[in-house]
Structure formats: structure tokens, C-alpha cells
């Protein structure tokens, strides 16, 4: 799988690369060639739970030369590659880059390989890399709003190259213990890097100083004003003051008879819990239609911001069972991929099944073309007369001398061969 983090600098896209993806596969026991600045290994090993000599072993730190020439080295199978600021080695232009380099791009996913790439634009680097993207994770800061030790990230799924739909998005914290595992300053700089303008904060603008707190302190008045109207103060005291005096009342004292109390029957009953329902599986529609019919991509448009396409399920007669559009299976929670000839497509469910659709012919088999049967009865079509061959002649001259063929019997004035 091919992986993408983007955002501006500082906004949490290397952090996360780091603590949600390269320690958790040290831990797992998964080789790991990354090229990120700075790595610490040790911090790396005590975190990942692991020994020096084991991260030492698992992980890998790749030079720029390495990285210009990644096509030209030795992974693992199964491995994890990470490459940071993915802009510098590969820039967007239109030169096709080398074949050995399309080879290792186009045939990573054969040899197990996962590649999280990093920078600060999706449209800065190469289009071999962008059009085999299937997820794109985008880092936005907080310090506007004054949350600078937390990083908001929104998440996308790929429905086709460079084309995809938002999933899901949040917000996380930075973990302090994480901190150092990784270089992101060059030398010297630490010092310089944060350039703090009060005015970017949006709590400290005249709004929230001046306008808010004003507003506030009106409403809060007009609803005490308000409560005090209509339960403890004028108004109530005013609609008492208007009501006229009650009418007297007549009592009436009534003499209770005792009588000794029924006997009474106590019926206990032991109530039982009632059992939680168990929670069924979802119902995977895609999966049910694919498994039991064949499917086909029936019609492709594709713009040059959108894509759409159809797609359909027929038995094993061609009778059509269900259409469903590219829209509604993505809602659906499946990922689509078009091929750029758009002569297939393939949909990948959210645990990794995967099913192929393709053009294939809805024509029944088997069945001889009107043409085609005009032509071997010797039956006039609508520019004429076609005269049989000699091959057919023999195996319908016998039907034809009396004028019959196998259309039936050919209208009066129609003129027969060798008539």
C-alpha cells in the first residue's frame, strides 16, 4: 500500500509517522528503512520495548543517495519504507522518470512492501507516486486557536488516481515521551523556529476580548431579568394583586366507617434478567452480489475533476440482478480503482477482499445473426436478393425449388435461384 502524510511544516505529519507507524512495526518485529533526520535509536528500542541491537537490526536509516536511487536497493519482503519531504527527489514535471524506477513504484505491493511518503504538498511530487496513492492523511496545526500541543488530521481514501473521498478526521495531542525520537530542527536552529505572533491567535482578536463578553453579560442579565418577571418579582406580585377574592367554601365533615381490611393475597414472582441481544454481523450487500453473480462495468465517465462510473451484476443467463453507481459503493465503504484505459475496475473492501469487474458482452451465445440466416435460406434482404453459395446450395436446394427456405415460404414474385 501506498501511503501519503501532507501538511506544513510542524503540523504533526513526521511525529505521527513516527509514532504510528515506525515504532509499532519495530515492535511487531517488522524491518523498517526510513528516511527521516535525526533518528534515535536508543529512545526508539525503549519505546518499541525492544533491545538496542534488535532496533539496530530492524531499523534502517536511508541516505539521500540511497533514496534518489531506491529503485536500485535491497528491501525485505514485508518491509516498511518511509520517506520524508518525498518533493526533493521526485518533483511533479512532466519527464517520465527511469523503467527500473516505474518497475519498483508500479510492483512494490508484490513483494509486500508499504511506502509512507511525506511532504508538504500532494501535488509537489512525481505523478507515478501520486496516481498509486490509495490513502492521504492531511496535517493541519492548532495554534490558532490557541491549542499549539495538538494537531488536526483528516483523512482520504482513494476512489480512483489522484481522486479521493473524505472518511474520517480528529484531533490528537502530542505525547511528550515521543519527543527527541526524531531530529526536526537542523543544527542551530532549535532556538529560532517558532516566530509567536499573538495576532494569528484567534482568542486574542477584538471579538473575543471585547464583543463576546459584552454579549455575554447581556444575556446573562436578560435571562436573570426574565426570571425574575415572571417567578419572584413584578409580574407575578401584579396578576396576585388582580384575581378577586376566593368564595367561601362550605365544610363538609364526613364520619369514616371502619371496617376490618380484606384479606390480602401476595403473589411473588422471580423476574428474570432479560438477555442483551447478540450483535449481529453487518450485512455486506457488495459481497453477496459478487459472490453469487457475475460482475461488469457497464459505463465509465471521467472529467477532468470528477470521475463516475456503473456498475452491474447479471446471472449466469445475462439477466441483470442489480445496478449500483461509484457514489453509492464508496458510500458503502468499498474502495474503487479504474484503470486508466478504463477497460476494468476493481472494488476492495474495507478488510482487503477484492473483486474484478470488466466490459464482458451481454449478448446471448450462440445465438445466429438475422444476417446471417437471410444469407444461408437465400431470402432477400433489404438492398435485394442474396443468392446462396455453392457450400449451401446443396442443404437447402431441395426446400427452395417449391419455394420454401428456412424463413418459410418466400412471398409471390420473389424470384428464386436458379429459377
Known amino acids: 500500500m501506498l501511503l501519503f502524510h501532507g501538511g506544513l511544516p510542524r503540523s504533526g505529519k513526521s511525529y505521527e509517522s513516527v509514532v504510528e507507524h515506525l515504532i509499532p512495526a519495530i515492535k511487531k518485529g517488522r524491518k523498517v528503512y526510513a528516511r527521516i533526520d535525526g533518528l534515535n535509536f536508543e529512545k526508539i528500542a525503549s519505546l518499541a520495548e525492544v533491545t538496542l541491537d534488535r532496533c539496530q537490526d530492524l531499523l534502517q536509516h536511508l541516505t539521500e543517495e540511497q533514496t534518489q536511487h531506491i529503485e536500485q536497493q535491497k528491501f525485505d519482503i514485508g ?42 504538498e500532494f501535488k509537489d511530487m512525481h505523478k507515478l507516486w501520486k496516481n498509486r496513492v490509495s490513502q492521504k492523511v492531511e496535517f493541519r496545526k492548532l495554534d490558532m486557536v490557541g491549542k499549539a500541543k ?14 479521493f473521498v473524505e472518511v474520517t478526521k480528529g484531533t490528537r495531542p502530542y505525547d511528550e ?19 509567536d505572533d499573538k495576532r494569528a491567535n484567534v482568542w486574542n482578536s477584538k471579538a473575543f476580548k471585547l464583543w463576546i463578553p459584552l454579549f455575554g453579560a447581556v444575556f446573562l442579565f436578560a435571562i436573570g431579568y426574565l426570571w425574575w418577571a415572571f417567578y419572584g418579582g413584578g409580574l407575578a406580585e401584579q396578576t396576585t394583586a388582580n384575581l378577586p377574592p376566593p368564595p367561601e367554601q362550605k365544610q363538609e365533615i364526613k364520619v369514616p366507617v371502619v371496617a376490618g381490611p380484606p384479606p390480602t393475597v401476595v403473589i411473588t414472582q422471580e423476574v428474570l ?17 459478487s459472490k453469487k453473480y457475475r460482475l461488469r462495468v457497464s459505463a465509465i465517465l471521467r472529467s477532468k475533476n470528477s470521475e463516475s462510473a456503473m456498475f452491474e451484476w447479471y446471472d449466469d443467463g445475462l439477466k441483470l440482478k442489480e ?28 478488510d482487503g477482499r477484492q473483486y474484478l469487474a470488466t466490459q464482458f458482452s451481454t449478448e446471448n451465445e450462440g445465438r445466429v445473426p438475422d ?9 432477400p434482404d433489404r438492398q435485394g436478393f442474396t443468392p446462396p453459395t455453392e457450400e449451401n446450395r446443396s442443404s437447402s436446394a431441395g426446400n427452395l425449388a417449391d419455394g420454401w427456405g428456412v424463413l418459410g415460404k418466400a412471398p409471390e414474385g420473389v424470384r428464386q435461384p436458379g429459377s
Open 79 to 120: 518491509s516498511l519504507i518511509i520517506i520524508d519531504e518525498v518533493q526533493n527527489y521526485w518533483p511533479d514535471k512532466r519527464q517520465p522518470l527511469s523503467a527500473e524506477m516505474t518497475k519498483f513504484v508500479s510492483e512494490h505491493g508484490h513483494q509486500g512492501l508499504d511506502i509512507l511518503l511525506m511532504g508538504q
Open 150 to 163: 495538538e494537531y488536526r488530521w483528516i483523512l482520504f481514501k482513494a476512489v480512483s488516481p489522484q481522486k
Open 177 to 195: 515521551k515521543y519527543f527527541g525520537t526524531y531530529k526536526s530542527f537542523e543544527e542551530g536552529a532549535e532556538g529560532n523556529q517558532l516566530y
Open 273 to 289: 434478567p432479560a438477555k442483551e441481544p447478540e450483535p449481529q454481523k453487518p450485512i455486506d450487500v457488495i459481497d453477496g452480489l
Open 323 to 350: 445496478r449500483l453507481s461509484l457514489f453509492t459503493l464508496v458510500k458503502l465503504g468499498y474502495t474503487v480503482f479504474i484503470d486508466e484505459d478504463m477497460r476494468y475496475a476493481t472494488l476492495t473492501s474495507a
Open 371 to 379: 444476417a446471417k440466416i437471410r444469407e444461408v435460406a437465400g431470402y
